[in-house]
């Protein structure tokens, strides 16, 4: 079985402050796991990955997730905000078997002027 | 070109009707699904197919069938359409353990 939890369903930063948006995963395999990004009435776009080897991963517009197996979590993270990554972030796990990929909630991000 | 295209993108419709949403993906992928996603934009996976076969079925109620003619095509038929299936409908492929490519999804309104 595999799940993920997302903590905080509303995440607010201001332009050019820090982004940690929360992630921990249950897997009872190593897990594949993922950072996706939706814009309103957009489909799911993939931020970044991690598989096998290197725990810090980094994807586009300057986000990056390290994966801690200690902690099962896989935070994701941006140093300074910028007014267009206001969006919905899920985290999604995928333990292989019939290629399920299981989502978070979801964490709305809300970046202040 | 896109890689997993889902029609129609807006589907409103009444109680009782049956309607169709289309789905193609054009990456090779063996691995298709449909999620829902509700008003609280949560994401839930409805179907998964590998090579045509149905490897996921999630206590979806038997209203939904979908239909996969091929590895490339993976279409949701929703019948007696019910208030609850308003929602948007999402596509998707993968490949091996891969990332899940999205479609732009489908919205259905049920009046």
């Known amino acids: 079985a595999q799940s993920v939890t997302q903590l905080g369903s509303h995440v607010s930063v201001s332009e050019g402050a820090l982004v940690l948006l929360r992630c921990n995963y249950s897997s009872s395999v190593p897990p594949y796991l993922f950072w996706y990004v939706q814009y309103p009435n957009q489909g799911l776009q993939l931020l970044l990955k991690?598989?096998?080897?290197?725990?810090l991963v980094k994807g586009i517009n300057g986000f990056e997730a390290e994966f801690k197996k200690s902690e099962t979590s896989f935070h994701l993270t941006k140093p300074s905000a910028h007014m267009s990554d206001a969006a919905e972030y899920f985290c999604a796990v995928s333990s292989g078997g019939y290629q399920k990929v299981t989502f978070g909630i979801g964490t709305k991000l809300q970046v202040i002027p | 070109d896109t890689a997993v295209s889902q029609t129609p993108k807006y589907l409103v419709t009444q109680m009782g009707n049956d309607k169709s949403i289309k789905c193609e993906q054009n990456l090779g992928h063996d691995t298709m699904y449909w999620y829902k996603q509700d008003s609280k934009k949560f994401l839930k996976i409805m179907f998964s197919?590998?090579?045509?076969?149905?490897?996921i079925n999630e206590t979806v109620p038997n209203r939904f069938s979908p239909k996969s003619p091929d590895k490339a095509h993976l279409n949701l038929h929703i019948n007696s359409l019910e208030l609850g299936d308003s929602a948007v409908y999402f596509c998707a492929s993968s490949q091996d353990r891969g990332e899940a490519f999205f479609g732009q999804g489908t919205r259905l309104t049920v009046v």
């Open positions: 991690y598989t096998t080897g290197a725990t």
């Open positions: 197919y590998n090579n045509k076969e149905l490897i």
